[in-house]
């Protein structure tokens, strides 16, 4: 099965390795086991991972970022925790908690709790490269408006898109788009907030509002191209 996704095992204790493996690979999760809390903290900041599953009893692991309540890290959390950990944890950012000891049922399970918080998450945010040109936009900033002039919509997702004008946009202006969806001849309409700028004419735009038909139509029409959207499954 093609690896969808992608986890972070990090534990010093003995583990049953090949069930573990195997039910991450079943998954289609590619798993990578570390020793150590500073591994983490490295792979966690240099590369994209979806899931992170932490013993508790690892030395530095309180104390990770991705664990802080503050972290912009965006995957979801696992903690094995022994009982009277577990009250250590309501000031961090976990998703899931397990019970040690950690057999390859209780991570299955776990796994599978997380499996569609994971999808939805990497749903939401794969940006899909496109060329789409706005029917009409205005930009409103500091109190002046006008109309937004030719533009492109380079990739989109379902939280933002990125568009590139003739001219720098103002960071933190919001915007008003209508645009039509991939693929088809149905338009969406969508107020966001220039989250970046960059001065050739590239602009970051998240999202603010978008009725729940149009983000009904947006999430269908971008999960039908997604390029491993027929992989995603939960095993029985």
């Known amino acids: 099965m093609k690896k969808v996704f992608s986890a972070l095992l990090v534990s010093q204790d003995p583990l049953p390795l090949d069930s573990i493996g195997k039910v991450f690979d079943d998954h289609g999760v590619a798993l990578h086991l570390v020793r150590s809390a500073a591994e983490v ?14 013993d508790y009893d690892t030395p ?3 104390e990770l970022s991705c664990l802080s309540r503050e972290t912009k890290w965006r995957g979801i959390s696992m903690v094995i925790a022994r009982g009277t950990s577990v009250r250590d944890l309501s000031g961090k950012k976990v998703h899931f908690t397990l019970n040690k000891p950690a057999t390859a049922d209780l991570l299955t399970r776990g796994l599978r709790a997380a499996y569609s918080t994971m999808a939805s998450q990497r749903f939401a945010a794969y940006r899909h490269t496109v060329a ?26 379902q939280t933002g898109l990125c568009l590139k004008a003739p001219e720098s946009l103002p960071a933190n202006g919001l915007i008003s788009v209508n645009f039509p969806l991939p693929d088809t001849q149905e338009h969406v309409h969508v107020l966001g907030t220039i989250v970046w700028s960059s001065p050739d004419g ?18 269908e ?15 029985e």
């Open 221 to 235: 029409r971008l999960r039908a191209r997604l390029p491993w959207h027929n992989d995603l499954f939960i095993p």
């Open 41 to 54: 903290e490295h792979l966690v900041r240099s590369s994209r991972f979806d899931l992170v599953v932490c």
């Open 132 to 157: 789409l040109r706005p029917v009409a936009g205005t930009l409103l900033h500091r109190g002046s408006q006008w109309a937004l002039g030719p533009a492109v919509i380079s990739d989109i997702s």
């Open 60 to 62: 530095g692991i309180p």
């Open 202 to 219: 590239k602009a970051g735009v998240k999202f603010n509002h978008i009725s729940a038909k149009e983000q009904k139509l947006l999430q």
